[in-house]
């Protein structure tokens, strides 16, 4: 009989320690201020507690920084709201930290600032391993957590300068672009004083041509007038010549 009450009690007592190991539980998690940098670049990653499982609360907090060290360079590691300052072991990444009191809250509990180092590229991890955080009596493990980042120059905008091509003159438009490719080209300086004169004695001309041919056709009608005076005169000379003759012969034989 007492070997049976023994064996219930540590059968009570085994599954107490499970239902109180399995009801502790929380989450971690890593943010990063940028997940696209430039070589020379700092970014921040903060580690935050989140869906802490615990009737007691977490109290401490310890765990193992990861990253590539020729791709990144850790430059501090800082507390975050109610929690101390973090012991940071840089030869293997671990650290703990702890608060004045137990916690079940959401919040940030450490901020890591990184550079990139001048020649990385390409895409590179941050993480947190083998966390282990504490009530004040049980250790809880909870996963790994990791955020990627890549690193790499940006494209920036180039703003270009755009020369519109004018079909109405190509002379003029190439001059133009050769004066863009080449300011001090005489020759293309020359080419534009060249087309530009033309043009102006082009016009000259066509007024000069016009005003000859407008200086002609005045000329024109007045031949055109004289001309119909003379033969107005011819036209009465001969009806005077005539109607003379007719006189004359009358007179004749009135005579006879």
Avoid: C, H
């Amino acid at each position: 009989m007492k070997k049976v009450i023994s064996l219930i009690l540590i059968s009570l007592i085994v599954i107490t320690m499970m239902t109180s190991v399995y009801a502790s539980s929380y989450k971690t998690e890593l943010k990063a201020s940028k997940n696209e940098i430039n070589p020379s670049e700092e970014f921040t990653v903060d580690v935050n507690l989140s869906n802490v499982q615990d009737d007691s609360g977490l109290i401490t907090i310890t765990g193992t920084v990861k990253y590539d060290k020729n791709a990144l360079t850790l430059v501090k590691l800082e507390k975050q709201g109610n929690w101390t300052d973090p012991v940071y072991n840089d030869a293997n990444g671990k650290f703990v930290t702890d608060r004045n009191g137990p916690t079940t809250s959401n919040e940030a509990i450490l901020k890591a600032t990184f550079k990139a180092n001048d020649n990385a590229s390409g895409e590179t991890a941050v993480s947190l391993e083998s966390i282990e955080a504490s009530n004040g009596a049980t250790d809880i493990k909870t996963d790994n957590v990791s955020t990627t980042i890549k690193i790499g120059k940006q494209n920036t905008p180039v703003n270009n300068t755009t020369v519109e091509n004018t079909t109405k003159d190509p002379v003029k438009n190439e001059t133009l672009q050769n004066l863009i490719k080449d300011p001090s080209n005489n020759t293309t300086k020359n080419n534009v004083t060249n087309n530009t004169t033309n043009k102006i004695s082009t016009k000259n001309n066509t007024v000069d041509n016009d005003t000859v041919k407008k200086g002609v056709l005045p000329k024109a009608g007045d031949a055109s007038l004289v001309l119909t005076l003379v033969g107005i005169l011819l036209v009465l000379v001969v009806v005077f010549y005539i109607r003379f003759e007719v006189i004359t012969n009358k007179i004749n034989k009135s005579g006879k």
